[in-house]
Nanobody
Framework: QVQLVESGGGLVQAGGSLRLSCATS????????VAWFRQAPGKEREFLAV????????SYADSVKGRFTISRNGAEKTVSVQMTSLKPEDTAVYYC?????????????????????WGQGTQVTVSS
């Protein structure tokens, strides 16, 4: 099992910035990728960004490319996403997730089915 805990959500004005963090633990011999998703009320869960176990490869959804940056810390225990130029349509609950398969230096698919472990989510609200 992999445990994930998000933090850093809150209220921010349009055009502002926010940094979310995902603390991970468990499966010490696995090399899972970690992704960020979001879900707004009445909408399906949306893929945002993913980073490989090694941290050397990343991938972003077109909707956030150039605005969001995903990264790992040196111990590869925490995955963060720096969000800039936030828009009201970015308002959602943000989740981090870990893959069920190893991805040392590969990028998994963007579908939610690739990810077996999920955090509780953190609310991000962007005011206009």
């Amino acid at each position: 099992q992999v445990q994930l805990v998000e933090s850093g959500g809150g209220l921010v004005q349009a055009g502002g910035s926010l940094r979310l963090s995902c603390a991970t633990s468990g499966r010490p011999f696995s090399q899972y990728a970690v992704a960020w998703f979001r879900q707004a009320p009445g909408k399906e869960r949306e893929f945002l960004a993913v980073i490989s176990w090694s941290g050397s490869r990343t991938s972003y959804a077109d909707s956030v490319k150039g605005r969001f940056t995903i990264s790992r810390n040196g111990a590869e225990k925490t995955v963060s996403v720096q969000m800039t130029s936030l828009k009201p349509e970015d308002t959602a609950v943000y989740y981090c997730a870990a893959t069920r398969r190893d991805h040392y230096n590969t990028i998994p698919g963007s579908g939610a089915s690739e990810y077996a472990y999920w955090g509780q989510g953190t609310q991000v609200t962007v005011s206009s």
